[in-house]
Nanobody, 119 residues
Framework: QVQLVESGGGLVQAGGSLRLSCAASGSIFSVNAMGWYRQAPGKFRELVAAITGGGIANYADSVKGRFTISRDNAKNTVYLQMNSLKPEDTAVYYC?????????????WGQGTQVTVSS
């Protein structure tokens, strides 16, 4: 059984910072790409940032220069450092990981963590 557990969400004022963490645990053979998505009320879930197993990152245009994704492969953990937060960053943030477990490879999702940015 594989689980992704997120932490680090909360309430912050515009211009502030938050750091999200997501740890994968369970019967894991390897973790490939990891990423963060977000879903605001009434909107579709969208990719925020992703990082390959080799550390190559890509970002949504809306967060470039403000957010940084990183990972610790020894801990099967991905991070999202969010700076200069804006009210439009308010959403539930979900961790995603492409994981080999047992004889299968599939995407796993975390339970989501709320990020609220007040103006």
């Amino acid at each position: 059984q594989v689980q992704l557990v997120e932490s680090g969400g909360g309430l912050v004022q515009a211009g502030g910072s938050l750091r999200l963490s997501c740890a994968a645990s369970g019967s894991i053979f390897s973790v490939n790409a990891m990423g963060w998505y977000r879903q605001a009320p009434g909107k579709f879930r969208e990719l925020v940032a992703a990082i390959t197993g080799g550390g190559i990152a890509n970002y949504a245009d809306s967060v470039k220069g403000r957010f940084t994704i990183s990972r610790d492969n020894a801990k099967n953990t991905v991070y999202l450092q969010m700076n200069s937060l804006k009210p439009e960053d308010t959403a539930v943030y979900y961790c995603n990981a492409d994981i080999y477990s047992g004889n299968s490879r599939r995407d796993y999702w975390g339970q989501g963590t709320q990020v609220t940015v007040s103006s």
